[in-house]
């Protein structure tokens, strides 16, 4: 199973972001879409999960604060801001997170923590970015982090 993991989007979803998820099975969103029409645009690649994020405003609040689901027998658990973490749910082996604009691909313990990084405002140095993450019978295959211009 080939997921794109995203965060950090602020508004519109670049040609370059959109085509680099063009084919994955699945979309994790870490949140700060803004719009909901970002949201919908990332439903036409594939089926998303994702959490509001902090820029997130009344019109997503439907979004969940957190959120665990189980792909490719890897459970994950999304949540925008890492200081929000706290103790992942003990069966997690994957925290995807954004916030920070900053890419991540960090194992504390068992667990990995993930952040794609902005597809449109990157900080501290690093470049427009998100992930492609292969995952089959409870293994992660592969983690590419996707520069986007």
Do not use: K, M, W
């Given at each position: 199973m080939l997921l794109g993991i995203?965060?950090?989007?602020?508004?519109?979803?670049?040609?370059?972001?959109?085509?680099?998820?063009?084919?994955?099975?699945?979309?994790?969103?870490?949140?700060?879409?803004?719009?909901?029409?970002?949201?919908?645009?990332?439903?036409?690649?594939?089926?998303?999960?994702?959490?509001?994020?902090?820029?997130?405003?009344?019109?997503?609040?439907?979004?969940?604060?957190?959120?665990?689901?189980?792909?490719?027998?890897i459970e994950f658990f999304l949540i925008h801001r890492p200081e929000d973490i706290g103790i992942p749910p003990a069966t997690c082996q994957v925290v995807v997170h954004g916030h920070t604009h900053i890419p991540r691909n960090e194992v504390i313990g068992k667990v990995r923590y993930l952040n794609p990084g902005s597809t449109r405002k990157p900080r501290g140095g690093s470049q427009n970015s998100l992930i492609k993450m292969e995952v089959a019978d409870g293994e992660i295959k592969n983690i590419e982090l996707v520069t986007l211009d």
């Open positions: 995203c965060s950090d989007i602020h508004r519109q979803l670049s040609a370059q972001a959109y085509e680099a998820l063009e084919g994955v099975d699945r979309i994790l969103c870490a949140g700060d879409l803004e719009l909901p029409s970002v949201l919908i645009e990332l439903e036409t690649i594939a089926p998303v999960t994702c959490v509001r994020g902090n820029c997130d405003g009344p019109a997503l609040s439907d979004l969940p604060f957190s959120q665990s689901i189980t792909l490719g027998g």
